[in-house]
């Protein structure tokens, strides 16, 4: 049984930085690429960053250059640093697999982490 955890939310002025962790437990984490979505209200979930198993990174163009996803598989662990942070960040921020993990026909995620950033 897969069960994500992320942390490391909170509010943030514009231009600042955060980091944000997710603990993954329940399969083997090495094996499979993650990534970090994000669901802003009103909007659909979005996958924002991902890394491969052998570290390739992809970003969206809306974070690209501001973002830096990095994974430590000892620590079954997933980063996502952010830095240079804009209003249009708000939303609470969610790790998976990509795809997402499935769990019976349904995917799974975890409580997520708020990220609001304001001034």
């Known amino acids: 049984q897969v069960r994500l955890v992320e942390s490391g939310g909170g509010l943030v002025q514009p231009e600042g930085s955060l980091r944000l962790s997710c603990a993954a437990s329940?399969?083997?984490?090495?094996?499979?690429?993650m990534g970090w979505y994000r669901q802003a209200p009103g909007n659909q979930r979005e996958l924002v960053a991902t890394?491969?198993?052998?570290?390739?990174?992809k970003y969206s163009d809306s974070v690209k250059g501001r973002f830096t996803i990095s994974r430590d598989n000892a620590k079954n662990t997933v980063y996502l640093q952010m830095n240079s942070l804009k209003p249009e960040d708000t939303a609470v921020y969610f790790c998976?697999?990509?795809?997402?993990?499935?769990?019976?026909?349904?995917?799974?995620w975890g409580q997520g982490t708020q990220v609001t950033v304001s001034s």
């Open positions: 998976n697999r990509d795809p997402p993990y499935y769990e019976g026909r349904r995917p799974y």
């Open positions: 329940g399969s083997i984490f090495s094996f499979y690429a």
């Open positions: 890394i491969t198993t052998t570290n390739i990174t």
